[in-house]
């Protein structure tokens, strides 16, 4: 990758995203935007750091939605737990098994923040 190319990628990461957010799709995003897979990927995990920094560790949510997402190509996932109300991300766990599900809830949530949630 040219240094042009590689400076588009970070100064253009806003297009990124607005395209991953529309195709939901990794591969369709890079082809579309002509980047690698691997840049698309980058991205995005830079793109979710900087989310989950920004949350507020405070807040009370009342209504949380689990999910979860395939990353990569293969059978490799990420479990996510996310404000209902409004969509965002509160706290993603790598794998979909009961204990990710187990160690999302307790690391993304306080005491006081689980027993104030009313629906999941």
Known sequence: MGITQFTLVLADGKKTIETLQSTKNQTKTARLLRLSFEQVHGVMLRAVERGLEKRDKNRIYKHVCMDEKSIKRGHEYVSMLYDGETGQVI??????????????????????????????
């Open 91 to 120: 706290e993603v766990e790598s794998g979909r098994k009961s204990e990710s599900v187990d160690n999302l809830c307790t690391k993304a949530l306080t005491e006081e923040q689980r027993n104030a949630v009313e629906t999941v």
